[in-house]
């Protein structure tokens, strides 16, 4: 399976200036896992909760609550 695939390859790119097939770049993955390293001010020890993904993180944001006014 992967040696004939390697001898087109090869092939194909003999006697060519550059790269002739595409080279995969597209991130399979957009976001990162949140984790929060927390760490005691007595002991010193540390601790990781990692959180679930997501695009935007914000620590001590105001909550949003539903029926309210906006205040400006």
Do not use: S
């Not at 957009?30 to 984790?35: A, F, L």
């Not at 390293?37 to 105001?62: A, S, V």
């Amino acid at each position: 399976l992967y040696a004939q695939g390697k001898r087109r390859y090869d092939r194909k790119q003999r006697g060519y200036g550059g790269q002739t097939k595409p080279i995969f770049r597209k991130k399979a993955k957009t976001t990162k896992k949140i984790v929060l390293r927390m760490e005691c001010t007595e002991c010193k020890n540390r601790k990781q909760l990692p959180i679930k993904r997501c695009k935007h993180f914000e620590i001590g944001g105001d909550k949003k609550r539903k029926g309210q006014m906006i205040q400006f």
